[in-house]
Nanobody
Framework: QVQLMESGGGLVQAGGSLRLSCAAS???????????MGWYRQAPGNQRELVAT?????ITNYADSVKGRFTISRDNAKVYLQMNSLKPEDTAVYYC?????????????WGQGTQVTVSS
């Protein structure tokens, strides 16, 4: 099992910046098996959507809406999301994700979520 603990959310004005952090903990086997980590977000009334992911090899993927403004980085079992030039539409609960291969499918772990609110 893997537990994910997020921090760094809060209230910021449009144009401001925030940095989200997420630390994975659990068995050595599960931690070492993590392939990708990332961030997803969910605004009220919307489905959860991908924000950014990063693999163990450093390959990144971003949603078009955040390209050029957000940067994902990873340090072993920790993942970070630097968010610059924030917009009101970035307001959402942000969830940390870790993914590892299972016997026949990917296994996803989720954090409890951290609120990001961008005021106009």
């Amino acid at each position: 099992q893997v537990q994910l603990m997020e921090s760094g959310g809060g209230l910021v004005q449009a144009g401001g910046s925030l940095r989200l952090s997420c630390a994975a903990s659990g068995s050595i086997f599960s931690i070492n098996a993590i392939n990708a980590m990332g961030w997803y977000r969910q605004a009220p009334g919307n489905q959860r959507e991908l924000v950014a992911t990063i693999t163990s090899g450093g390959i990144t993927n971003y949603a078009d809406s955040v390209k050029g403004r957000f940067t994902i980085s990873r340090d072993n079992a920790k993942v970070y999301l630097q968010m610059n030039s924030l917009k009101p539409e970035d307001t959402a609960v942000y969830y940390c994700n870790a993914r590892r291969p299972g016997l026949a499918r990917w296994i996803d772990y989720w954090g409890q979520g951290t609120q990001v609110t961008v005021s106009s």
